[in-house]
């Protein structure tokens, strides 16, 4: 369902693109049983690669986001139903003369539910202006596995991330319960110093619960005494950080462990997204 009066862009304002999923457990498969989009924000029809999971794309038409854009997308999984979310290629954000863009998503998994938010990575063009915020509520016995990839400038092209700005946040709770709140702020000065990327173009983070001792273990064994990789885990929440300098190859990690943590956290063995491999 569409309102016109919205799908209009103006340059002060941008794109007002909102777009809410549902999906439900039914006869042994998840099924979308909402999908509301107002403006430029849509799912392509579901796939089941893997019986009864549901995998969605997300599609945003316009193929990168600018200054004044604002998206929200909300997913809900009722119980027992499980979905994974990803989307057809990279997102970008492009430079800014000044106006910030914000994309905000919230995810709500009730019990029994499994949610996997696996996005492609995020170019962030040097100079651009944004706030993303990613909020996960979960219920005691849910599953949860999402990842945030990142690649800032474009080295390819020998563009840094000399200026411009991406503040970032996660926040995971279970039962109204924080398990995890993180600011991410970076700049010019966060992307060269010692303490921030170390000028790193790529860095990601991969949430995964519940996962236990073994898979914490595995991933672990899978790091081994490679450089700029890194996982703990608080309670059951395990986490797991990356620097690269190219975002295939630390997507190519993350989609590693991906593949160690889903069967003991999502009791399913990696089935990755067809769109993946195009």
């Known amino acids: 369902m569409v309102n016109q009066a919205l799908v ?67 997913a809900k999984a009722a119980p027992h139903s499980h979905a994974l979310i990803t989307t057809p290629a990279a997102g970008k954000f492009y430079r800014s ?47 949860f596995i999402g990842w945030e990839i990142l690649s800032l400038g474009r080295p390819a092209c020998a563009e840094n991330f000399d200026y411009g700005l991406a503040d970032l946040s996660w926040q995971i709770f279970c039962e109204g319960r924080p398990l995890l709140l993180e600011r991410l702020h970076l700049d010019a000065k966060a992307f060269s110093a010692r303490w921030g990327l170390q000028g790193y173009s790529a860095c990601g983070t991969l949430f995964a619960t519940p996962v236990g001792e073994k898979g914490f273990s595995a991933v672990q064994e899978l790091i081994g005494d490679s450089k700029n990789r890194g996982v703990t885990r608080i309670e059951n929440l395990l986490v797991c950080r990356a620097l690269d300098t190219r975002s295939d190859r630390l997507r190519g990690f993350f989609e590693q462990v991906w593949a160690i943590v889903r069967p003991e956290a999502l009791q399913r063995k990696a089935c990755a997204p067809r769109i993946w491999a195009t």
């Open 8 to 74: 209009a862009r103006t340059p002060a304002k941008g794109w007002q693109a909102r777009l809410q999923l549902g999906f439900a457990q039914s006869a042994g498969k998840t099924l979308l049983v909402k999908r509301e989009h107002v403006g430029p924000l849509t799912v392509q029809r579901p796939f089941y690669p893997e019986g009864g999971v549901c995998h969605v794309y997300i599609l945003h038409p316009p193929g990168g986001i600018v200054g004044g854009d604002d998206l929200t997308i909300g």
């Open 97 to 143: 003369s000044g106006v910030q863009a914000v994309q905000t998503v919230q995810i709500n998994i009730a019990s029994g539910a499994t949610m996997e938010w696996l996005p492609q990575e995020t170019i962030i063009y040097e100079g651009a202006q944004l706030k993303s915020s990613v909020k996960v509520d979960l219920a005691t016995d849910a599953r």
